[in-house]
């Protein structure tokens, strides 16, 4: 057998999905180390759990329904869609479920996770984007929450004895209401579900993520070897426990989003190691080999064209040996990623079967977009950096190579690989290319599916999945939801196609993302690639004809300028239909919108000790202006030090601390870190401790340090944080999950050690 997968073939479960014959096909791999003895006692295993299911299926009609959720993970990057990475318990699904290969999502991760749970146009229920960007209500598409008109299939499923239960990566909550202290509407707890264990935001760290549990910040587990995906998992098989335990005549929706395949890429040497060798052919290679495999698969036509590198990307016999060595590192890291959460993905089947769930459960499994292409050509090695448009040195990812996959590295692949994983297409996440919007969609549910490993053709969009699960359950949404009205569903659903291969799929569908445009109809497909800042009338619109061209290869604007006409106006229609007007072509500068009804409007803050973690995209907004912290203290000893504020991590952020006497401030760009000192001792006795920066030009200025109003030091920080200071939260007297200062580094949370009376932030 082969060693990598033997790590994930221990559990029996694991170890009956590598004797299926339809896995081996699709995995590539051998089983000849099984015994004949392993086999039988794992199919009377299987035999009896099956019968446990079907006797569970007679006592609860309502089937469970699991989505799982991928991360930024393209249209090839599993086994059954293509991949050589291992990827056996997605493989399992697939071999006993429907594959379909023409599913769509919407360009990036918060359009797609509202249209999920909604059934409904991203557009139309205020997740035009991701919820990071609030952009106010001029733009009520573009607010980071799912209007209360459009409920989610946990509040539906709630009224339908159903219990709700989400786990992961939420990002469906505008990001300045990521608070201790709420709003809680757009929580998942205000969304229907009823317990929530995961992080917030668009990205969390694998080692030491800001979790949440319910409505509560949580600490991260002190638990050797500690990995969310693998934290999450856990829970999810805790909750299905106790509700078939303690409550078994009640069906479950459950709702697993992980981080993976997201940047930072971060999971345990071992996977790394399982890769080792597989990609020093190169990524040209790779791409090849996939698209022929899913030629063999009929997961594409068997006419679908490979079409050339994306600009920038080279050929990699034209690399040098530095480039070669850190690329095959980031996708030996990525790959071993995506091993580790399908190892987790099979722990949960596992447990399904094992409390007799399985055969009565409805299982969709999905990625939220294509792959991303933020870590540029060289890759990236620091979170923080890409969001800010800051490129990093290839030396700096090769000095720190043996950093990737660890605590040490916020990691992300370069767009070689990043279009290796979006094979057989072009372009990446963020567009509204094939490579964007066209990802993977298993569908498991055996009492419905009878052509188990088949491949479905129709055409399907991520708003579509839930009005299928509607239709499977023969209920109908209700009329009101806590009192306010809802939306029609703009979804098509899809269940006939679970029984039927002659189903047919969704006729018309619009995209748009900041500017980025197209239009789905009958087999014909427009599209524009826009530059930002231009008129959206000077864009120059593409055509496609992907029901003959998969992979967007041909373009036939020039031979069909009346199709391209028809199509044009056809994607207005569709755009006013579904609230797609205003549009903005904002990029990195949305984390810059700032909503007058939202905390970070406010230009003076008061936090006390004793404050949870506060989210950096709901902290005090000192981006590219002048502001103050003051900090009155008492130090009783001359040992009193420790941190008095400090925000983000090892990668980027800022802390004022004292340390052996003296008061310090440090700015973590990222590539620079900027160091002021006090000349004089912080005195013992009551004082006001105080950081002023003074902006003088953009993104640029001059610290100061004060000590009962007198100036003790003093420096110029060249360069600040242009759209996003750091993935990691403010806290106050100390410094959690990762510290931003190497001098304190070896401290723990470095606790100020005196007293804190307040800390106020003054912004001007």
């Known amino acids: 057998m082969d060693k990598g997968l033997k790590v994930l073939s221990k559990s029996p479960f694991q170890k009956l999905t590598a004797v299926a014959s339809a896995l081996a096909l699709l995995s ?56 050589e990475v291992k990827t056996p318990n997605l493989d399992w699904l697939a071999a006993n479920g429907l594959r379909y290969n023409n599913s769509h999502v919407t360009p990036v991760c918060s359009p797609t996770r509202a249209s999920l749970l909604t059934g409904r146009n991203p557009h139309d229920i205020g997740m035009s984007t991701v919820a990071n960007f609030d952009m106010g209500p001029e733009y009520e598409n573009k607010r980071g929450r799912i209007y209360p008109e459009a409920g989610t299939i946990a509040e539906v499923l709630s009224e339908n004895s159903y219990n709700n239960y989400a786990l992961g990566k939420w990002h469906l909550s505008p990001s300045h209401q990521v608070t201790p202290a709420g709003p809680y509407e757009n ?180 990625s939220d977009n294509g792959t991303s292409s933020m870590g540029k050509n060289t890759g990236s090695i620091n979170h923080t950096l890409p969001y800010n448009d800051v490129p990093e040195k290839l030396e700096d990812v090769v000095n720190h190579i043996d950093d990737i996959g660890s605590d040490r590295a916020g990691a992300e692949s370069p767009t070689g690989w990043a279009q290796v994983s979006n094979t057989p297409f072009k ?20 009492k419905m599916i009878k052509d188990k490993g088949a491949i479905r053709n129709q055409y399907v969009h991520v708003s579509d999945i839930t009005p299928t699960v509607y239709d499977v359950l023969g209920i109908d949404i209700p009329k009101e939801i806590k009192g306010v009205k809802q939306m029609e569903l703009q979804g098509q659903s899809f269940a006939d196609s679970l029984r039927s291969t002659k189903s047919s799929g969704k006729e018309t569908q619009y995209f748009e993302n900041n500017g980025q445009r197209a239009i789905y109809h009958d087999g014909w497909k427009a599209l524009t690639l826009h530059k930002k800042g231009d008129l959206y009338e000077k864009d120059v619109w593409q055509l496609y004809h992907v029901a003959e061209d998969f992979s967007e290869s041909n373009d036939l604007a020039a031979k069909y300028p009346e199709k391209v006409k028809e199509m044009q106006k056809l994607w207005e229609k569709e ?6 007007f205003p549009m903005t072509d904002i990029a990195g500068e949305g984390f810059l919108t700032i909503p007058k009804d939202s905390i970070r409007a406010r ?46 991590g090892y990668e ?44 003088t ?37 100390k410094d959690t999950l990762y510290p931003v200062s190497k001098d304190y580094q070896n401290k723990g949370i470095f606790e100020f050690s005196g007293e804190i009376e307040k800390v106020v932030y003054e912004l001007n």
């Open 603 to 648: 230009n003076t803050f008061t936090f006390y000790p004793g404050m949870s973690r506060l989210s950096e995209s709901a902290s005090p907004f000192i981006i590219n202006r002048s502001y103050s912290i003051t900090v009155p203290i008492e130090r009783d000893s001359t040992s009193d030090d420790g941190v008095l504020v400090a925000l983000g």
């Open 697 to 733: 030009e953009s993104n640029k200025g001059i610290g100061s340090l004060y000590i009962n109003g007198q100036k003790v030091g003093e420096g110029e920080i060249s360069k600040t944080h242009q759209y996003k200071i750091a993935f990691e939260g403010l806290d106050i007297g």
């Open 652 to 695: 980027s952020g800022y802390t004022l601390f004292i340390k052996d006497n003296k008061l310090v401030y440090e700015y973590n760009m990222g590539n620079a870190v900027y160091r002021i000192e006090s000349k004089v001792n912080v005195p013992l006795g009551k004082s006001a401790i105080r950081f002023e920066f003074r902006k």
């Open 575 to 580: 755009a006013r239909k579904y609230g797609v």
């Open 427 to 446: 372009f990446y996440k963020a567009t509204t290319f094939e490579a964007g919007i066209h990802t993977p969609l298993i569908v498991y549910y055996p």
């Open 187 to 366: 929580w998942p707890l205000g969304k229907g579900f009823d317990r929530f264990y995961g992080f917030l935001e668009d990205s969390g760290d694998q080692y030491r993520p800001e979790l949440i549990q319910d409505n509560s910040p949580v600490d991260v587990p002190k638990k050797k070897n500690y990995h969310f995906s693998e934290d999450i998992v856990d829970r999810a098989n805790q909750y299905v426990t106790d509700q078939v335990s303690v409550n078994p005549e009640k069906p479950f929706f459950l709702y697993l989003s992980f981080g993976a395949q997201h940047q930072p890429v971060q999971v345990p040497r071992k996977y790394i190691d399982m890769y080792k060798g597989v990609y020093d052919k190169g990524w040209d290679k790779i791409r090849e080999e996939r698209f022929n495999k899913q030629k063999e698969l009929g997961i594409i036509p068997k006419d679908t064209k490979l079409p050339g590198l994306n600009p920038g990307v080279k050929p990699w016999d034209q690399l040098n040996d530095d480039e070669k060595m850190a690329f095959i590192r980031f996708q030996e890291t990525y790959a071993g990623f995506l091993t580790h959460t399908d190892e987790q993905i099979g722990r949960f089947i596992d447990k399904l079967r094992s409390v007799g769930e399985l055969e009565n459960t409805m299982i969709v499994f999905l």
């Open 28 to 83: 590539g791999c051998s089983y000849k180390n099984i015994t004949g003895q392993e086999v039988k006692a794992e199919v009377l295993k299987q035999k009896t759990n099956e019968q446990k299911s079907q006797k569970r299926g007679e006592d609860s009609p309502k089937p469970n329904i699991v989505y799982i959720v991928l991360d930024d993970s393209g249209f090839s990057d599993i086994g059954s869609y293509g991949s």
